[in-house]
């Protein structure tokens, strides 16, 4: 089974700060996806990544295989950023779901 | 429908009561995937669907869980005799299929057994 890993698990920062989460997992992955949950529970997609790095407004993901390891980037954050932000790997083989991470509380204060 | 749709969005039901959650996946999607997730907890995996087969249960919990997808689309989870260690937010994802990881998610049912 894949262990992942997020760090940290609270973060709490002041507007325009640069951000960054990691998310480690133990096994290759076919996948990986980077999440956001809002108080209400529902959950967004942000990225899924399988090599490389993609970007996407003022978020950036990067993700290296070799040291099965992946960072979430924000820059210039904003109050409205404020979220639980979820990495969760797709194994492949036997089981096709997701194994997620405890997710990042990120709290952006003005 | 545009995305995935679960319902009820909130359901509170009295211990050892039956509750049905339902899933609506975005049409098309061959591949639909439940979810529970606790207080404080990232989700956890408990059945995956390609088609109206369970291709994977390994997740659900214990023999209170079922869940069906008749007709290869709705799918619903049923929860008998609940208990309230089941309160958490039950998410329901869905992707094109096999091969095709990147899944879509609904806004989730948060239960709550009292």
């Known amino acids: 089974k894949n262990e992942v890993e997020q760090s940290p698990q609270n973060l709490t920062a002041q507007e325009g700060e640069f951000i960054t989460i990691n998310c480690s997992y133990s096994?290759?992955?076919?996948?990986l996806h980077w999440l956001q949950q809002h108080p209400g529970g529902g959950i967004v997609s942000l990225f899924m990544l399988s090599s490389g790095k993609k970007k996407h407004g003022r978020l950036i993901a990067t993700i290296n295989i070799q040291e099965k390891h992946s960072s979430l980037h924000i820059t210039a954050s904003h109050p409205r950023d404020s979220a639980v932000y979820i990495c969760a790997v797709h194994s492949g083989g036997g089981a096709d779901g997701l194994t997620f991470g405890k997710g990042t509380h990120l709290i952006i204060q003005p | 429908g545009a995305g995935v749709s679960q319902t009820p969005s909130n359901k509170v039901t009295e211990k050892g009561k039956y509750v049905e959650l339902r899933c609506d996946p975005i049409s098309g999607h061959t591949a639909l995937y439940w979810y529970r997730q606790s207080l404080g907890q990232g989700p956890e995996f408990l059945i995956y669907f390609q088609g109206t087969g369970a291709a994977d249960d390994s997740g659900l919990p214990n023999d209170r869980f079922f869940a069906v997808r008749p007709e290869g689309s709705v799918s619903t989870l049923k929860i008998q005799r609940t208990e309230r260690g089941d309160s958490a937010v039950y998410l329901c994802a869905s992707s094109l299929g096999r091969g095709t990881p990147e899944a879509f998610f609904g806004q989730g049912t948060r239960l709550t057994v009292v």
């Open positions: 096994v290759g992955i076919s996948a």
